[in-house]
């Protein structure tokens, strides 16, 4: 059980290019989300989904793409990146959410450079 | 507006010190939960705790303990006889509905 898995864990862009970050689970959560973690900004929402087919935004989703094809799968597209979006890129999953709300589980983080 | 403020940027304490991180938040809901985080060196997020809206009793665990106040919007974690493993950066969140809304953090570093 691998828990949540992102690749890479680094990665250096120019500005403009676009790529992928990907995040994968095996727990078979409907719930996933991508955070952003910036110097004194703690984390911030970018995109969530609350299962396959279905996403929505979070608090900054300019410049950001997500699809949902499957349960295991919540790739974050950077369409054409931006040293704004130098960043650590964080992502979650959990059960639907319900009452109580279930732990999130954090997978270990992608650290992006844009120059 | 809903909204987590984590005052105290960093804090450093020496070993075996008591220490105290403040976490004050805002939100119109009634029924809401908030939880801790702490982030190692390592750079993984590890929950901590979850407490909602209607339990403003105080939990301990170990050396850890959280003071839930309704009335002052106020989440605080303590932890009792600090160790330098303690040092981290600790996240205070806010749920509502499907977001988990983070305060900015406090990094705490222990000193042998």
């Known amino acids: 059980n691998a828990g949540v898995t992102q690749t890479p864990k680094f990665q250096v862009l120019k500005t403009g290019q676009s790529m992928t970050l990907q995040c994968a689970q095996d727990?078979?959560?409907?719930?996933m989300s991508w955070y952003r973690q910036d110097p004194g900004m703690g984390l911030r929402l970018i995109h969530y989904?609350?299962?396959?087919?279905?996403?929505d935004q979070g608090e900054v989703p300019n410049g950001y793409n997500v699809s949902r094809s499957t349960t295991e799968d919540f790739p974050l597209r950077l369409l054409s990146a931006a040293p704004s979006q130098t960043s650590v890129y964080f992502c979650a999953s959990s059960r639907a959410f319900g009452l109580p709300p279930p732990e999130q589980y954090f997978g270990p983080g992608t650290r992006l450079t844009v120059t | 507006a809903q909204k987590v403020t984590q005052a105290q940027t960093e804090i450093s304490v020496v070993e075996k010190e008591d220490v105290t991180l403040d976490c004050v938040y805002e939100?119109?809901?009634?029924?809401?939960?908030l939880f801790w985080y702490k982030q190692p060196p390592s750079g993984e997020l590890v929950f901590l705790i979850r407490?909602?809206?209607?339990?403003?009793q105080n939990e301990i665990s170990g050396r850890y303990s959280w003071n839930f106040q309704k009335s002052t919007s106020s989440f605080n974690f303590t932890i009792t006889a600090s160790q330098v493993v303690d040092s981290a950066v600790y996240f205070c969140a806010l749920r509502p509905l499907n977001k988990l809304i983070f305060g900015a953090g406090t990094r705490l570093a222990v000193h042998p």
């Open positions: 727990m078979n959560h409907e719930y």
């Open positions: 407490r909602n809206s209607f339990d403003e």
């Open positions: 989904s609350v299962g396959a087919g279905i996403t």
């Open positions: 939100t119109r809901d009634t029924t809401y939960y």
